[in-house]
Nanobody, 119 residues
Framework: VQLQASGGGLVQAGGSLRLSCVASGSMSSTNTMGWYRQAPGKQRELVASSTSGDYTNYADSVKGRFTISRDNVKNTVYLQMNSLKPEDTAVYYC??????????????WGKGTQVTVSS
């Protein structure tokens, strides 16, 4: 599975960005797709995830500001980011995991896309 992310950029605090990630290749009908981010000097952290069963999960720091959605026909996951803050600045990575019985059976990463929020 290959993941191609796009949509990063430079935005002022309070602004919005929308990230997209298209998956290609042999995908499982049950899976989780999501977004992680890594700021300089920090560990990579989960931002939001969405299962093929439409269960979503968000980091507390982005709840109410970010929305994850997916188009299963297009094998695409989106991250709508509103009310951006300087602390949201990071490289954002798309992630895909095929699942079976609720457990991940693999892990795939896309190349990151830079999001920079100026104050």
């Amino acid at each position: 599975v290959q993941l191609q992310a796009s949509g990063g950029g430079l935005v002022q605090a309070g602004g919005s960005l929308r990230l997209s990630c298209v998956a290609s290749g042999s995908m499982s009908s049950t899976n989780t797709m999501g977004w992680y981010r890594q700021a300089p000097g920090k560990q990579r952290e989960l931002v939001a995830s969405s299962t093929s069963g439409d269960y979503t999960n968000y980091a507390d720091s982005v709840k109410g500001r970010f929305t994850i959605s997916r188009d299963n026909v297009k094998n695409t996951v989106y991250l709508q980011m509103n009310s951006l803050k300087p602390e949201d600045t990071a490289v954002y990575y798309c992630h895909y995991a095929p699942t079976r019985g609720g457990l991940a059976r693999g892990s795939y990463w896309g190349k990151g896309t830079q999001v920079t929020v100026s104050s």
